[in-house]
């Protein structure tokens, strides 16, 4: 069974500072995607980010970027130059090919200060 | 770009009621997706369609049904509401293509569900 451990219930970080968002997960496939959502007030689930595991490359997104450590089962996100618009709940989630279902973490809120 | 499209975007229902919630996926998305979130919770997936046909299926109670039509909508109906069916649905799709989009899933605005 897949599984999805976010354990930062909350985070907080300064505008223009970086912060680092940890996931680690568990699958016994070995041909998977991970995700990171977020979900700000709204509650919209928005793309983040996404890895695919037979990419050794860590996948870049502007201020977004992934430490993926496939023999760790480790999916972090780190957001670079952190804006107020950040403040959200991110959900860590993984994926086994074959058009699946997502497996969601628990979320970490990201508070965000001036 | 087309984005997921989901109806209504907030229903009220009394206790014992029935609800239909509508999904229609991103332009030739062949695959739909629902997950249900709870206040506080991380969202857990219902049940999913491929080409009209059900692929996957979560923990969805007895009293919810859906499918998928010719055109890709889907339609999630809910009967015999109860006050734990109150949360937030989401419909997701995705498309069988290659690359940066392959089995990645965009979410629709979600419908929030309240019974009373």
């Known amino acids: 069974a897949q599984t999805v451990t976010q354990s930062q219930p909350e985070m907080s970080v300064q505008e223009a500072e970086t912060v680092t968002l940890s996931c680690t997960y568990d699958t016994s496939e070995s041909d998977y995607y991970l995700f990171w959502y977020k979900q700000p007030p709204s509650r919209q689930m928005i793309l983040v980010i996404r890895?695919?595991?037979?990419?050794?490359q860590n996948a870049t997104e502007n201020r977004f970027s992934v430490n993926f450590q496939k023999a760790a089962k480790s999916f972090s996100l780190k957001i670079s130059d952190s804006q107020l618009g950040d403040a959200a709940m991110y959900f860590c989630?993984?994926?086994?090919?074959?058009?699946?279902?997502?497996?969601f973490g628990t979320g970490t809120r990201l508070l965000v200060s001036p | 770009a087309a984005g997921v499209i989901q109806s209504p975007r907030h229903l009220i229902k009394e206790k014992r009621e029935t609800a239909t919630l509508k999904c229609y996926p991103i332009p030739r998305h062949d695959t739909v997706y629902w997950y249900q979130q709870g206040p506080g919770q991380d969202p857990q997936f219902l049940i999913s369609?491929?080409?009209?046909?059900?692929?996957d299926k979560g923990s969805i109670p007895d009293r919810f049904s859906a499918q998928q039509f010719s055109d890709y909508h889907s339609e999630l109906n809910m009967s015999s509401l109860e006050l734990g069916d109150s949360a937030l649905y989401f419909c997701a799709s995705s498309s069988p293509g290659t690359g940066d989009y392959q089995e990645t899933q965009y979410f629709g605005p979600g419908t929030r569900l309240l019974v009373l």
């Open positions: 890895q695919e595991a037979y990419k050794q």
């Open positions: 989630a993984s994926l086994n090919t074959g058009f699946q279902k997502l497996v």
């Open positions: 369609f491929y080409e009209k046909m059900q692929s």
